[in-house]
Structure formats: structure tokens, C-alpha cells
């Protein structure tokens, strides 16, 4: 009797499975929105996860207006700073390439451990033509206790919204040389995209890689290894076949995560856990509470954008009831 098919084990879509080339997630796209012009990213510090008390606020819930208990995700979200301003415009590819960059004066020193160098080229004027605009923050490290690296991370985010451009390029001037904070991008209630690196797991084998069934007992030599590498033609080992290697370590975006909750600094003592979060230690800045889990493990650069793919509608508020601070430390 043939053997039953099944659907493959490990989606192709994830190829190649290879460790990503910086800890800095990168966001490949950026979605359009409507409204007042505002910014459509923010980032933060992976700090831990707790669960809290609320008002299911699901209308089709069985548990619809009911106390429910939901784990969340801690992150730390220091304001960013700006330290300057691009401008980009279309090729005759349609590929968007720099037409003009800005950037603040009196820079923190610590902006020039990323870069060495910058080019000042503000005594010219933008151009008139362009077709999106993009700030360059920069993050605080050095007042996050919580992780050991005092280098920030630079990285752009898109200037959405409004009705031409040139309002999302006065935005972006009048916030050159100022710190941007998260509710100036999202607050309670509305859903992110979150993106960041995965934790690494290493080299690792076929079965914890991909999933596939342990051999039977009386197989020869192997029991954690794959049946076969594949059929005589053609002559080589597709990249279809489960096989051992790099495992975690490797950019993943998780859509629609909701936002429970933005707390400013003096809030904190309302979050923090007895004894600290686990390897992280005590959240001493703004932080926001995400629904569910994250990708990555704590400390970790966490990048968040406007949703892509946004059907289920935004909600005014979360009724939160409880929040644990139990310990983590597992005694």
C-alpha cells in the first residue's frame, strides 16, 4: 500500500535559512495610510512577558465583555531621536534612490560610534520633485539599563499621511533635532506589525529544524534522520529536502499584534515585575504591553510599523483590570 501523502514539513517561503546579516530588523515595505501626517514606525527593547486582566473587547467572543486573563509582551520604548531627514524619488526602474538628505546639527557623540562621518550638505534646498519622505532616528541605549550595548541603532521610517508631500516634509523639519515618542505613531487599542530577529537556536538537526517524523526503531543506524535525499533524477539533492543547519537567528514580521497598553516612565512601578524581568532587569522608560508573543529573546531590537494587512477594526480603549508582577525568576 502507498504511503499517504501529506503536505511538506518547513515552508519554502522562510528559504534560504540562513542567519541574518545584522541584529537591526530591516522594513522592507511600508504601507499607505490616511489622515493626519504622522510617523509609521517606531522601535523599542524586547524586555519580557506577563499576563494581565481584561475586558474581552471580541464582540463575537464567547467570552464577549467578560474578565479574561492574556499573556503580553513588555517592551521598552525610549523616545528616538532625529538626527536628519531623506528625500527619495523614482529611477527609471521605478526603484526609489536618495535625492537629498538633511541632518541636525549638535549631534550626540554617540551617533558618530555607528557612522564616522556625515555629510553636511543642508545649505542647499530640497528639490521639488520627490516621491517620499523618511526620517533617520537614532535609539537611546544609553538610557536603557536593561542592555548592555550603549551604540544606537540608526534606521529610517516613513513619514505617512496628510495631503501632499510637503506637509510630511515639514513634519520631518520641524522634528529635525527633536525625539519623537510612541504616541506620536500608535496608542492602545490600534494594531502594529512587529518585526525583529529571532532568537538563535544554532546548527541544528533535521527533526528539530523542520519538524519530520522520527524513523522507525529497526531503521539502520538513524532514528533523527530524513528517509531519503531524494530520487536518482535529477542527479542532485534538491533544496526541498530536509536537511541540518542554521536554525533561529533569521528576520520574521508578525502582523496585527494589538497594542494593550502605553505607559510613560512614571509608570513604570505599575509593569515591573518583583525582582525584574528574567535576563532583562527593571523597565525604566516609556513602555507599550503587546498582545500575545514576539520574536526574539529579551533585549532584543524590536522594530514596529503601521499594519499592512489590518482587517479586524481598531477599538478606542482596553480595559485593563489586573496587571502581574509576580516574579519571574521561577521561585
Known amino acids: 500500500m502507498a504511503t499517504p501523502h501529506h503536505s511538506r514539513r518547513g515552508s519554502m517561503a522562510y528559504y534560504p535559512r540562513v ?17 493626519e501626517v504622522k510617523v509609521q514606525g517606531f522601535a523599542g527593547f524586547k524586555v519580557g512577558m506577563t499576563h494581565v486582566e481584561m475586558i474581552d473587547y471580541r464582540k463575537k467572543s464567547v467570552t464577549a465583555g467578560q474578565p479574561i486573563l492574556v499573556p503580553v509582551t513588555v517592551v521598552e520604548v525610549p523616545p528616538l531621536d532625529v538626527v536628519g531627514y531623506r528625500l527619495y524619488d523614482e529611477d527609471a526602474e521605478g526603484n526609489l534612490v536618495v ?30 520633485s520627490y516621491a517620499d519622505v523618511r526620517i533617520i532616528v537614532a535609539t537611546r541605549n544609553k538610557d536603557v539599563s536593561g542592555i548592555p550595548s550603549k551604540k544606537p541603532e540608526l534606521f529610517e521610517l516613513r513619514i505617512g499621511g496628510g495631503n501632499s508631500l510637503k506637509e510630511r516634509l515639514d513634519y520631518a523639519r520641524n522634528h529635525l533635532g527633536k525625539q519623537i515618542m510612541f504616541s506620536e505613531f500608535s496608542k492602545a487599542g490600534k494594531f502594529v506589525d512587529v518585526v525583529s530577529i529571532t532568537k538563535g537556536k544554532g546548527f541544528t538537526g533535521h527533526v528539530k529544524r523542520f519538524g519530520v517524523k522520527l524513523l522507525p526503531r529497526k531503521n539502520r ?18 533544496n526541498t529536502v530536509p536537511q541540518a543547519g542554521q536554525m533561529g537567528y ?18 513604570v512601578d505599575s509593569i515591573n515585575v518583583r ?8 523597565v525604566k ?5 503587546l498582545f500575545g508573543s514576539i520574536p526574539g529573546p529579551a533585549k532584543r531590537l524590536i522594530k514596529m510599523r503601521d499594519p499592512a494587512r489590518q482587517k479586524v477594526p481598531d477599538i478606542e480603549d482596553v480595559k485593563l483590570e489586573y496587571i502581574s508582577l509576580e516574579s519571574k525568576q521561577g521561585d
Not at 555629510?119 to 530640497?126: F, G, L, S
Not at 502582523?255 to 502605553?262: A, D, E, G, Q
Not at 522608560?285 to 504591553?289: A, H, K, P, R
Open 19 to 35: 542567519r541574518a546579516k545584522s541584529i537591526d530588523p530591516k522594513i522592507r515595505s511600508w504601507p499607505e495610510i490616511k489622515g
Open 99 to 128: 535625492v537629498f538628505e538633511a541632518w541636525a546639527k549638535d549631534l550626540d557623540k554617540e551617533i558618530f560610534r555607528k557612522i564616522p562621518e556625515i555629510k553636511k550638505n543642508t545649505e542647499r534646498d530640497p528639490p521639488e
Open 221 to 238: 543506524k538513524h532514528r533523527r534522520m530524513i528517509g531519503t535525499l531524494g530520487p536518482w533524477h535529477p542527479d542532485w539533492v534538491r
Open 250 to 267: 533569521q528576520q520574521r514580521t508578525i502582523s496585527n499584534v494589538r497594542v494593550i497598553k502605553y505607559g510613560k516612565k512614571e509608570e
Open 275 to 282: 525582582g525584574g524581568f528574567l535576563h532583562y532587569g527593571l
Open 285 to 289: 522608560n516609556d513602555y507599550v504591553l
